[in-house]
């Protein structure tokens, strides 16, 4: 019985020494596992704290990215726009630049064809004298007549001398029956006595040229209908009325020749391509 006993706690003894030492080691492992725990929960909130920072900077990398989008798109917008104002400028600029080439044209032309409409106009009439003169001004041609060819001193009978100047005038009317003729008469700046029908240069100058107009028609064989009457005293003059001499020239009949534009430039070509040949 006592040997029993003894084998007993001998085996009793032996079963607790190899407890404590797997006690020992689970505890060291476990100790060692927690340790891996912790070092892992360390790294797993740090990753997660990196995740947050990174989380935070792709939106803001986003919303940059974004803001570069739209920016862009408000730079083509711009561009765009700015591109068409600067076509559109030019195209502007070409059309002024045009319009100046045009004129400056125009200004280097008209020399010549002034030139060349007084000359077909000189020849159809044929008249080479001092006290008439023949220009043209705005598409109109003027005829002006000093009127010592035409009438006597504060007369408006017409002269002799002055139906030969005026048949040559009415060549040219006739020659273009759709021209209108405004016979246009001037006095000097000296008042007129009335006489109990004319009362002072108003009606001495209208009353000088419906005696032209009563030629041209009754003697001449212009048309009525071409004619225009009209009178303008003393009130434009060529030069001031301060000497007896430019008096002389301020008295004169005008007869303006208003041609319809397209016949005013068949005049201009034929006689351009006379100028030529």
């Known amino acids: ?48 704290e990196d995740k947050a920072g990174l989380t935070a900077t792709v939106a803001g990398l986003k919303e940059h990215n974004q803001t570069l989008i739209n920016t862009s798109k408000d730079m083509t917008v711009l561009t765009t726009k700015g591109a068409e104002n600067i076509e559109k400028a030019l195209e502007s600029i070409k059309e002024k630049d045009l319009k100046i080439s045009r004129m400056q044209d125009a200004l280097t032309k008209k020399d010549s064809v002034t030139l060349a409409v007084v000359t077909s106009l000189k020849s ?15 598409g109109v041609v003027f005829i002006s007549i000093a009127d010592k060819l035409l009438f006597k001193s504060g007369s408006y009978e017409v002269t002799d001398k002055a139906k030969g100047v005026l048949a040559k005038v009415a060549k040219v009317v006739n020659d273009k029956p759709d021209f209108e003729c405004m016979v246009e008469g001037h006095t000097d700046s000296v008042p007129y006595i009335g006489n109990g029908v004319l009362l002072d240069n108003w009606d001495l100058s209208v009353k000088r040229s419906t005696s032209i107009i009563r030629v041209l028609t009754n ?18 003059p060529l030069v001031a ?16 020749v208003l041609p319809k534009i397209d016949q005013f430039y068949e005049m201009i070509e034929k006689e351009m391509k006379k100028q030529q040949q």
Do not use: F, H, W
């Not at 003697?219 to 434009?236: D, F, H, M, N, T």
């Not at 009325?241 to 303006?256: H, P, S």
């Open 1 to 48: 019985m006592k040997k029993i006993v003894i084998a007993l706690s001998v085996l009793a003894l032996l079963t607790s020494c190899v407890s404590k030492k797997k006690y020992s080691d689970l505890e060291a492992k476990n100790k060692e596992t927690q340790d891996l725990l912790n070092s892992a929960t360390v790294k797993l909130n740090s990753c997660l």
């Open 124 to 138: 159809a009439v044929g008249i080479s004298d001092p006290d008439i003169e023949i220009n043209v001004e705005k």
């Open 219 to 236: 003697q001449l064989g212009v048309k009525p209908e071409q004619l225009i009457a009209a009178g303008r005293s003393s009130y434009v």
């Open 241 to 256: 009325n301060d000497t007896a001499e430019n008096r002389a020239r301020n008295r004169r009949t005008r007869i303006v």
